[in-house]
T-cell receptor
Framework: GNSVTQMEGPVTLSEEAFLTINCTYTATGYPSLFWYVQYPGEGLQLLLKATKADDKGSNKGFEATYRKETTSFHLEKGSVQVSDSAVYFCALSGGGGNKLTFGTGTQLKVEL | GAGVSQSPRYKVAKRGQDVALRCDPISGHVSLFWYQQALGQGPEFLTYFQNEAQLDKSGLPSDRFFAERPEGSVSTLKIQRTQQEDSAVYLC????????????FGSGTRLTVV
């Protein structure tokens, strides 16, 4: 079946540091890949997505590239801010109805 | 409405009690999903509706869980004879038929079974 593996958190960074959160997946067929973000007390929000190999999703300074050869979709940001503190979930869609399979989430804490 | 609305926001139930959780999707969204998110974990798929038809209920953990969407809009997730392991955040999401930009999630209902 489908599965997503994320690096464990929490990840603690200083403001303006470079961020990488690793995500690898196992899936049949050609899934779409997503990063969702969950701020404290709020619902999941779509951060970015990629629908085919070599696509790069980007939003709010975050980027991730769909790498089929390494089955990865690592999230990166060049300079994090305190406001980026949240839990980040990698996910893939596949199967009927486009249901999502999520990773366990990675908590990011950004300090001044 | 502008977003996916879930109610109640919090629910405390005594073990053995039945509960009903409501989801109001974005108007016109054909697809509706329920997910269960245990503490410190990612959401896990429960069930999927396309309009009023429940097309996939493979994620429902037991026959105590039941979901419906009788008119293709509002959906209710019912849990009978709640148990402590049912404690989790229950998330609802909706999308147009072609997922495109992805789902819109509600803020969830946090269920605590005591």
């Amino acid at each position: 079946g489908n599965s997503v593996t994320q690096m464990e958190g929490p990840v603690t960074l200083s403001e303006e540091a470079f961020l990488t959160i690793n995500c690898t997946y196992t899936a049949t067929g050609y899934p779409s890949l997503f990063w969702y973000v969950q701020y404290p007390g709020e619902g999941l929000q779509l951060l970015l997505k990629a629908t085919k190999a070599d696509d790069k999703g980007s939003n709010k300074g975050f980027e991730a590239t769909y790498r089929k050869e390494t089955t990865s979709f690592h999230l990166e940001k060049g300079s994090v801010q305190v406001s980026d503190s949240a839990v980040y979930f990698c996910a893939l869609s596949g199967g009927g109805g486009n249901k999502l399979t999520f990773g366990t989430g990675t908590q990011l804490k950004v300090e001044l | 409405g502008a977003g996916v609305s879930q109610s109640p926001r919090y629910k405390v139930a005594k073990r053995g009690q039945d509960v009903a959780l409501r989801c109001d999707p974005i108007s016109g969204h054909v697809s509706l999903f329920w997910y269960q998110q245990a503490l410190g974990q990612g959401p896990e798929f429960l069930t999927y509706f396309q309009n009023e038809a429940q097309l996939d209920k493979s994620g429902l953990p037991s026959d105590r869980f039941f979901a419906e969407r009788p008119e293709g809009s509002v959906s209710t997730l019912k849990i009978q004879r709640t148990q402590q392991e049912d404690s989790a955040v229950y998330l609802c999401a909706s999308s147009p038929l072609f997922i495109g930009r992805g789902y819109t999630f509600g803020s969830g209902t946090r269920l605590t079974v005591v």
